[in-house]
């Protein structure tokens, strides 16, 4: 197994219009492909590229912002590239079901703790998108939710687009969620869900 991490991202840096497909046979090295490096002796993780490695770069190649709406997000990997994102001044916004936010393994009290604003529905319907824009000019989309099951076992898939048309409208969906969850407009009696909300 390919283990240097010098030359780790040369082939696979720059974005292109793609659909990754998931399971994965073997989960990708997070430090190997996005981190300073990968120093396990005996590595469990795989060194070589799959979707998953793709998805850790197209995250943490976002300059600017990361609007990620995700029915739910269990995968502390994809956390912790969110909470560095989220350090290095992109702005990083999340929307997910309200309903998914304290199953086990749920990334996003972590996400509110560390000052990432996440705003859910409140409503019995789910908020079912799996979608992500990337500084407004780069969108995946598709079936895959932020969970190791959905990396590992599910057949699932994410399409990488750069279509300004496509993204547009996705980030306009956003926008519009975003503003329809702001807790300010829910009604008292669900504010106790929101209490350490950061302001945003
Ligand atoms: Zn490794």
């Given at each position: 197994?390919?283990?240097?991490?010098?030359?780790?991202?040369?082939?696979?840096?720059?974005?292109?219009?793609?659909?990754?497909?998931?399971?994965?046979?073997?989960?990708?090295?997070?430090?190997?492909?996005?981190?300073?490096?990968?120093?396990?002796?005996?590595?469990?993780?795989?060194?070589?590229?799959?979707?998953?490695?793709?998805?850790?770069?197209?995250?943490?190649?976002?300059?600017?912002?990361?609007?990620?709406?995700?029915?739910?997000?269990?995968?502390?990997?994809?956390?912790?590239?969110?909470v560095?994102?989220?350090?290095?001044?992109?702005?990083?916004?999340?929307?997910?079901?309200?309903?998914?936010?304290?199953?086990?393994?749920?990334q996003i009290w972590r996400l509110r703790k560390e000052g990432i604003?996440?705003?859910?529905?409140?409503?019995?319907?789910?908020?079912?998108?799996?979608?992500?824009?990337?500084?407004?000019?780069?969108?995946?989309?598709?079936?895959?939710?932020?969970?190791?099951?959905?990396?590992?076992?599910?057949?699932?898939?994410?399409?990488?687009?750069?279509?300004?048309?496509?993204?547009?409208?996705?980030?306009?969906?956003?926008?519009?969620?975003?503003?329809?969850?702001?807790?300010?407009?829910?009604?008292?009696?669900?504010?106790?869900?929101?209490?350490d909300?950061p302001?945003?």
């Amino acid at each position: 197994m390919c283990c240097d991490n010098a030359v780790r991202n040369n082939d696979q840096k720059q974005f292109v219009e793609e659909v990754l497909f998931f399971p994965d046979a073997q989960i990708a090295c997070k430090e190997f492909f996005v981190g300073d490096g990968c120093r396990r002796l005996n590595c469990r993780f795989t060194h070589e590229h799959n979707s998953l490695s793709r998805l850790y770069t197209f995250l943490a190649d976002a300059k600017q912002s990361l609007d990620v709406c995700v029915f739910v997000i269990c995968c502390a990997d994809l956390g912790d590239l969110l909470v560095t994102a989220h350090k290095n001044n992109v702005r990083v916004r999340v929307i997910c079901d309200d309903e998914q936010i304290d199953i086990t393994g749920s990334q996003i009290w972590r996400l509110r703790k560390e000052g990432i604003p996440v705003r859910t529905d409140n409503s019995s319907y789910l908020m079912h998108h799996k979608f992500v824009v990337i500084d407004g000019t780069h969108l995946l989309t598709g079936s895959f939710n932020w969970t190791r099951q959905a990396i590992s076992g599910n057949q699932e898939n994410l399409v990488a687009l750069r279509n300004m048309r496509i993204v547009s409208q996705f980030s306009s969906e956003f926008e519009k969620l975003w503003k329809e969850f702001d807790p300010k407009r829910y009604n008292e009696s669900s504010l106790h869900r929101y209490e350490d909300l950061p302001v945003s």
